[in-house]
């Protein structure tokens, strides 16, 4: 990544006062390269690090039974509507299901 400071005519890459504001503006940059990840609510696109904080967001239960990333997104994507039926036998099974579990 090229540094905002780089981008300065010569007779300024020197100057102090500017120098704070070019490394603010670099954390900004760096930010922004950061910004696909902070895309939550595009569950199939964000990268798997942060799974463990949507599940917790959205109250996602038996997070700890499933085993694969895929089970771990279907869990969050369905989350509110398992919310939604809590304790129905539909959402029970729809539950087991995101898993890979078969129950009745």
């Not at 085993?67 to 036998?89: A, D, V």
Request: with cysteine.
């Amino acid at each position: 990544m090229v540094k905002t400071k780089d981008l300065l005519p010569p007779n300024l890459q020197g100057d102090k006062n500017l120098e704070g504001l070019c490394e603010a503006a670099d954390k900004v940059f760096a930010i922004e390269d950061k910004l696909d990840k902070l895309l939550v609510y595009l569950i199939d696109e964000v990268s798997a690090d942060v799974l463990p904080f949507l599940a917790w967001q959205f109250h996602v239960e038996g997070w700890e039974l499933s085993g694969t990333e895929s089970e771990k997104r279907t869990l969050i994507k369905n989350s509110i509507e398992l919310h939604r039926y809590k304790g129905t036998p539909w959402a029970i099974e729809n539950a087991l299901k995101s898993i890979s579990i078969d129950g009745k």
